[in-house]
């Protein structure tokens, strides 16, 4: 992709998402809270509403893996997504400006289905045969959109930014756990983060409204992932090699 076209469908993504990371100091001052485990209760509703949502993101933006469902609309610009992501790779279904592709990476390779006009947008000129993924390094054109496939990358934009507005909510029964209600307040949104109240605060669903409007669900915390390579693959370097 050209690079100033790649840029732009990554640079309207993010502005429909929170980002930001988190200090260290935050993380350092709630690490006893992030740590805990089991089935017993987690104290998060005896902490400050900062160090709530520090201690969440820290054991996010840690695990091993996570299912995400998120959509996410502003004004015009609307976008889902579907995530199984890990540490070492990831799967991403997504549906961004009137594109619809499919995005996987493995270590360091990048496996990408989509269709004649997002290869267009991409900058690839070469006939991609119908049905086959494109394939590629990560240090290539195509490892910009493997950033869908980045955990921490992607929890980080996903979840409330350290620098948002925090108030402690009401606990709350959700999807079948107990939880705490967190009310973040952000540039563009005002959403309510919940987290759970027993075992590690993994976050289980933030619900957004406002200039953006939306919701990512977060489940399937530290389940093994298989990501395998698919069979009808096209080389992009080749490709175009080829068609010099």
């Not at 509703?45 to 201690?55: K, N, V, Y």
């Not at 499919?102 to 900058?123: A, C, F, H, N």
Request: glycine share 12%.
């Amino acid at each position: 992709m050209r690079a100033s076209k790649l840029s732009g469908v990554r640079t309207r993504h993010a502005s429909i998402r929170a980002g930001a990371g988190i200090r260290l100091a935050a993380v350092l001052a709630v690490f006893s809270l992030a740590g805990c485990g089991g089935s017993t209760g987690n104290s998060i509703a005896s902490r400050t509403p900062a160090e709530i949502l520090a201690a969440s993101r820290a054991v996010a933006t840690s695990a091993t893996s996570v299912h995400v469902v998120s959509n996410a609309s502003q004004g015009r610009l609307t976008a889902t997504l579907n995530l199984q992501l890990a540490g070492d790779g990831g799967r991403a279904q997504v549906s961004l400006l009137g594109l619809t592709f499919e995005v996987m990476r493995i270590g360091q390779t990048v496996y990408l289905k989509g269709s004649p006009d997002l290869y267009q947008r991409l900058g690839i000129a070469a006939n991609v045969p119908q049905g086959s993924w494109l394939t590629g390094p990560v240090s290539g054109r195509l490892g910009q959109l493997a950033a869908f496939t980045d955990l921490r990358g992607e929890l980080g934009r996903l979840l409330p930014a350290s620098n948002a507005r925090l108030v402690k909510g009401a606990s709350t029964n959700i999807d079948g756990q107990q939880a705490l209600e967190l009310k973040a307040t952000a540039k563009l949104y005002t959403g309510i983060l919940y987290i759970p109240t027993t075992g590690k605060p993994y976050p289980i669903k933030l619900a957004k409204h406002g200039k953006e409007t939306g919701q990512s669900t977060f489940f399937q915390w530290n389940t093994p992932i298989t990501l395998n390579p698919p069979t009808n693959t096209t080389n992009l370097n080749q490709l175009q090699h080829k068609n010099h």
